[in-house]
């Protein structure tokens, strides 16, 4: 086998494993918090779920930048395990956690040596052929996707049967087994000479040169809206479909399966949407999902009923399954060489971004525009970055992208 496919496949389980151990806390957190650590009041409890769980997006937003610019100078492979192995000591310390305080600076510590997932982006990258780069996008996408869906499913089912503390072990044990996995198998041409040759800019000069590429800051633009449009109507979604359902009966499981039914179909799309990007260029797939995306949220604010609701949500995790693997094969395309890991670090900063301004902004915007405006919201939102795209990326460019890595 070649060495690029050992790499995605030992890294695909990497980002599952990750993307599971950071959502497998969200079906039993206020549990854990009550029956565990000691908390008695309900709103006390909800006010700490909700830090505790935002406390690893804002410390991974800060840090992702510094994490790349280290990986362009000591190779991806060092960052990935450093985060893998991290994540693994610090999860299974979360299982020690006697009060609130102390899973909450876990939790931003966890944030704080984060960075699995743009270092394998970035590996990848470095590593596949040009003609597989989009299978190779898609593909990695759908681990941390799997993750994602999986991971409270299996974190409510381990809490059911071995308790909540047991899972945080269980958790650090599966992410050194992957870091370990990684350790031995992947392998990355890195020619640490050569990167310690070139001139290291400050992660704040980095952004400035990055941000000068206007392919680079439309395809950031690109992430941020589609979290921002995925998150913010996210909290109030359990409550859209109570009023569509219109009965108590079965209400969770349909709750839970709207909530899933754009990762399953997101998981299903990206492998094949990437293959396809191969073939025609990840700027039409990124341009068509784009615009996909944007018309698929509109029939969301009309449903009249949850089976319309969950059409509309896969329709959209289709489209969506076209835009994170478009995304990172462009950056790759775009970045000048040597700034590769920080590109996708600034890129997973702008994703963290998305998830914390999305639930906050769209919480406050529901009082005066309800759910279904959000809805509409976010389709013009990604219209208008699908207008961005076309003028940056789909239009003919006179200047070679990495003819600029020397600015």
């Given at each position: 086998m070649e060495q690029w496919k050992?790499?995605?496949?030992?890294?695909?389980?990497?980002?599952?494993?990750?993307?599971?151990?950071?959502?497998?806390?969200?079906?039993?957190?206020?549990?854990?918090?009550?029956?565990?650590?000691?908390?008695?009041?309900?709103?006390?409890?909800?006010?700490?779920?909700?830090?505790?769980?935002?406390?690893?997006?804002?410390?991974?937003?800060?840090?992702?930048?510094?994490?790349?610019?280290?990986?362009?100078?000591?190779?991806?492979?060092?960052?990935?395990?450093?985060?893998?192995?991290?994540?693994?000591?610090?999860?299974?310390?979360?299982?020690?956690?006697?009060?609130?305080?102390?899973?909450?600076?876990?939790?931003?510590?966890?944030?704080?040596?984060?960075?699995?997932?743009?270092?394998?982006?970035?590996?990848?990258?470095?590593?596949?052929?040009?003609?597989?780069?989009?299978?190779?996008?898609?593909?990695?996408?759908?681990?941390?996707?799997?993750?994602?869906?999986?991971?409270?499913?299996?974190?409510?089912?381990?809490?059911?049967?071995?308790?909540?503390?047991?899972?945080?072990?269980?958790?650090?044990?599966?992410?050194?087994?992957?870091?370990?996995?990684?350790?031995?198998?992947?392998?990355?041409?890195?020619?640490?000479?050569?990167?310690?040759?070139?001139?290291?800019?400050?992660?704040?000069?980095?952004?400035?040169?990055?941000?000068?590429?206007?392919?680079?800051?439309?395809?950031?633009?690109v992430t941020f809206l589609i979290q921002f449009a995925m998150m913010s109507p996210m909290t109030l979604m359990p409550l859209y479909v109570q009023e569509l359902h219109g009965t108590t009966a079965n209400l969770a499981f349909f709750a839970g399966f709207v909530g899933s039914v754009t990762g399953l179909s997101n998981l299903i799309a990206s492998p094949l949407l990437g293959r396809l990007s191969d073939r025609v260029g990840a700027e039409r797939v990124l341009g068509v999902a784009l615009i996909g995306a944007a018309l698929a949220f509109i029939p969301q604010a009309f449903a009249g009923t949850v089976w319309q609701l969950l059409l509309a949500r896969f329709v959209l995790g289709i489209f969506l399954g076209g835009l994170i693997p478009a995304v990172n094969a462009l950056i790759r395309k775009y970045t000048p060489d040597g700034m590769e890991s920080r590109a996708y670090s600034f890129n997973s900063s702008t994703l963290g971004l998305g998830n914390m301004v999305g639930p906050i902004t769209g919480g406050a915007l529901s009082g005066w525009i309800g759910i279904q405006g959000l809805f509409i919201v976010s389709a013009v939102m990604l219209l208008v970055n699908a207008a961005w795209v076309w003028q940056s990326l789909l239009r003919k460019r006179p200047i070679n992208i990495k003819g600029r890595a020397g600015e």
């Open positions: 050992k790499n995605l496949i030992v890294l695909w389980f990497g980002q599952f494993l990750v993307m599971a151990g950071m959502t497998m806390v969200i079906p039993f957190l206020s549990l854990y918090l009550q029956f565990d650590l000691g908390l008695t009041d309900k709103h006390e409890i909800g006010i700490w779920a909700g830090v505790i769980f935002a406390g690893n997006f804002v410390t991974s937003f800060i840090f992702q930048p510094i994490w790349g610019k280290l990986a362009d100078r000591y190779g991806r492979k060092m960052m990935l395990l450093r985060s893998g192995f991290g994540m693994a000591i610090v999860m299974a310390l979360m299982g020690f956690a006697t009060n609130p305080w102390h899973l909450l600076l876990l939790r931003m510590l966890n944030g704080t040596i984060s960075g699995f997932n743009p270092a394998s982006v970035a590996l990848i990258s470095a590593t596949t052929p040009k003609n597989r780069m989009g299978f190779a996008m898609g593909t990695i996408q759908s681990g941390g996707i799997a993750g994602t869906i999986l991971g409270p499913f299996m974190g409510g089912l381990l809490a059911d049967t071995i308790g909540f503390r047991p899972i945080f072990y269980l958790t650090g044990a599966l992410l050194f087994a992957a870091s370990l996995l990684a350790l031995f198998v992947v392998k990355e041409p890195f020619d640490r000479v050569k990167a310690a040759a070139r001139i290291q800019a400050s992660v704040i000069e980095g952004f400035r040169r990055l941000s000068r590429i206007p392919e680079l800051t439309s395809l950031f633009a």
